[in-house]
């Protein structure tokens, strides 16, 4: 087998379509957000998901010290807010401003028009190569059922719904 390059792994990943999300903490170490795609359930007893953050991001040890974080499943109308998340707006302000928030259990910023938001607990950490896996236990959620998820495939935002629509 020839050597695996980390751009041959990326290009192969690119390919790999999942729901945007942005991930949200606020606490005694203070707010921080990002888009991230890295996130999936890891159980149901009790509710319980997953979420893979870059170790050197710079708002890491936000998400630590805080133990409480909300994963945020984007709308197809929320691809603005995605790129401000992603690092379109440096100011952690102004990326809060370009929205509406409200929280659940934790405390945590919770996305009005968001598909799901997942008010997590931070239960366990574990470093994994360059990211940490934030493990959290689902203290609350909140579902728009007339949402249209957002998602991210070959290096490019896609709502879902108009996809459905356009193949039916």
């Known amino acids: 087998m020839a050597d695996l390059s980390n751009k041959d792994f990326r290009e192969a990943m690119a390919r790999v379509c999942a729901a945007v999300n942005i991930i949200t903490t606020d606490g005694p170490a203070g707010r921080g957000g990002l888009t991230a795609t890295a996130m999936c359930s890891v159980s149901d007893e009790p509710p319980t998901l997953l979420v893979c953050m870059r170790q050197s991001s710079a708002q890491s040890h936000l998400f630590a010290e805080n133990r409480r974080f909300c994963v945020n499943v984007l709308a197809g109308d929320q691809r603005e807010l995605a790129g401000h998340f992603a690092g379109g707006l440096q100011d952690m302000n102004a990326r809060y401003a370009a929205a509406d928030w409200t929280t659940l259990a934790t405390g945590a910023p919770v996305l009005s028009g968001a598909v799901a938001s997942f008010d997590c607990e931070l239960a366990e950490v574990h470093v994994a190569a360059t990211h940490n ?30 996809g459905v629509r356009a193949a039916a």
Do not use: T
Request: net charge negative.
């Open 133 to 162: 896996i934030l493990i959290g236990r689902v203290m609350a959620l909140a579902c728009c059922l007339s949402a249209d998820a957002l998602a991210y495939c070959d290096r490019a935002y896609v709502d879902i719904a108009a």
